[in-house]
């Protein structure tokens, strides 16, 4: 079956540094992979998409891989700061279809 | 633009008890979707919509139904609430227009079955 895999464990990282979270499926051809911010009793909102044949995407300080040989995602923070502390999700969605499937998602906490 | 609302914000019933949960979008868009949030689980797509009048099916169904009677309001229904119903609902609309894939979540909504 198909499966998305974040690190369910907290990530915790200096102010300042560069935060790394990754996304890895299995049994899935995604032809566009999400990624979205999730603070505590809020709903996720939306920060960047890749699409199969994008190798990277940026915008601002983030950045997002698409490696569909290794079947995995990774997303970077660059100087990161407190206010980057959040759960961020992956979610993939193949062609031909309207449906997203999300990862359950990795809670960063950057430390001052 | 209040963007998706949903309502109510939380809600405790008892098992057997009916409720429906309302969202709102005032962007336009075309596709609604719910969602359930369970610990450890992630999101999970109940039903979705693709256009005013349509529904179809997503990853956990069973238990739940839906309308979309007009084209900024996606209802979800509970028939006869159960224990594992016990969750946060998100709502979700997405364009067609460019960047046609990004989902507007709304804030959720509390749902506690005794």
């Known amino acids: 079956s198909q499966k998305i895999e974040q690190n369910s464990e907290a990530l915790n990282i200096q102010e300042g540094k560069t935060a790394t979270l990754t996304c890895n499926y299995t049994n899935y051809s995604p032809a566009y992979l999400q990624w979205y911010r999730q603070d505590p009793g809020r709903g996720p909102v939306f920060l960047l998409l890749i699409r199969e044949n994008e190798k990277e995407k940026r915008k601002e300080r983030l950045k997002v891989t698409f490696d569909t040989t290794l079947k995995q995602s990774l997303f970077h923070i660059t100087a990161s700061q407190p206010a980057d502390s959040a759960t961020y999700l992956c979610a993939l969605r193949g062609s031909g279809t309207y449906k997203y499937i999300f990862g359950t998602g990795t809670r960063l906490k950057v430390l001052a | 633009n209040a963007g998706v609302t949903q309502t109510p914000k939380f809600r405790v019933l008892k098992t057997g008890q009916s409720m429906t949960l309302l969202c709102a979008q005032d962007m336009n868009h075309e596709y609604m979707y719910w969602y359930r949030q369970d610990p450890g689980m992630g999101l999970r797509l109940i039903h979705y919509?693709?256009?005013?009048?349509?529904?179809a099916k997503g990853e956990v169904p069973d238990g739940y139904n839906v309308s979309r009677l007009k084209k900024q309001n996606f209802l979800l229904g509970l028939e006869s609430a159960a224990p594992s119903q016990t969750s946060v609902y998100f709502c979700?609309?997405?364009?067609?227009?460019?960047?046609?894939?990004?989902?507007?979540f709304g804030p959720g909504t509390r749902l506690l079955v005794l």
């Open positions: 979700a609309s997405s364009g067609t227009a460019r960047p046609q894939e990004t989902q507007y």
């Open positions: 919509s693709v256009g005013e009048g349509t529904t």
